[in-house]
């Protein structure tokens, strides 16, 4: 079965550190997949994806993301954490139909 | 470019009553537009997929007569709550595909928060 799944539902960092947060997947075929931030009574927004290439994905705010086929990850990383970086992150993937997959999400603190 | 938008963004009504939501897409003609549904801390749970001149898709559990989907327009589709209970109360989101674009590009509207007394 197709899903995908976040370890951790919260993740707390200091200002200034590093975030990590983590996604795994379970696909049979070749995903898509992606990273979205969704700030409180907002709707998606989408920090980077990958679909094909370099395995190595830059996105916005300073985001980046490694799909690892043979650990069947996609975790997103910034090397410092901001205030504004506090929202709910969800991963997500694709087979290339109509369908895309959500993680449950995790919520990112950031402490000052 | 790629604006989704949702209207309204909050809406409050009485059990019993209808309560339509919109969605457009504001820059791009959307082939396929989406509906998810969004319980409190949860993620996303998709309801139905809608193609531009078709009958929705919807997935299972959801209840069709419960919740009409119209994709009249490339630019507009709707979610229509019928006799909507507190238990419909969530918050909805729409995305929507643009029509130049493969089928895992979607774009997301803000969504509408709806509290049903």
């Known amino acids: 079965a197709q899903s995908v799944t976040q370890l951790g539902s919260h993740v707390s960092v200091s200002e200034g550190a590093l975030v990590l947060l983590r996604c795994n997947y379970s696909s049979s075929v070749p995903p898509y997949l992606f990273w979205y931030v969704q700030y409180p009574n907002q709707g998606l927004q989408l920090l980077l994806k990958?679909?094909?290439?370099?395995?190595l994905v830059k996105g916005i705010n300073g985001f980046e993301a490694e799909f690892k086929k043979s650990e069947t990850s996609f975790h997103l990383t910034k090397p410092s954490a901001h205030m504004s970086d506090a929202a709910e992150y969800f991963c997500?993937?694709?087979?290339?139909?109509?369908?895309?997959?959500f993680g449950a999400g995790t919520r990112l603190f950031v402490k000052a | 470019g790629a604006v989704v938008s949702q209207h309204p963004s909050r809406v409050i009504c009485k059990s019993g009553t209808s309560v339509k939501i919109e969605c457009r897409s504001l820059?791009?003609?959307?082939?396929?537009m989406f509906w998810y549904r969004q319980f409190p801390k949860k993620s996303l749970m998709l309801m139905a997929t809608?193609?531009?001149?078709?009958?929705?898709?919807?997935e299972q559990g959801v209840e069709k007569d419960k919740f009409l989907i119209n994709h009249a327009s490339l630019t507009l589709s709707t979610l229509t709550v019928t006799s909507a209970h507190p238990e419909d109360s969530s918050f909805y989101i729409c995305s929507a595909k643009p029509r130049d674009r493969g089928q895992e590009t979607q774009y997301f509207g803000p969504g509408t928060r709806l509290l049903v007394l």
């Open positions: 820059d791009f003609q959307a082939t396929t």
């Open positions: 990958y679909t094909t290439g370099a395995t």
């Open positions: 997500a993937f694709n087979t290339g139909g109509f369908k895309t997959i």
């Open positions: 809608s193609n531009e001149g078709s009958k929705a898709t919807y």
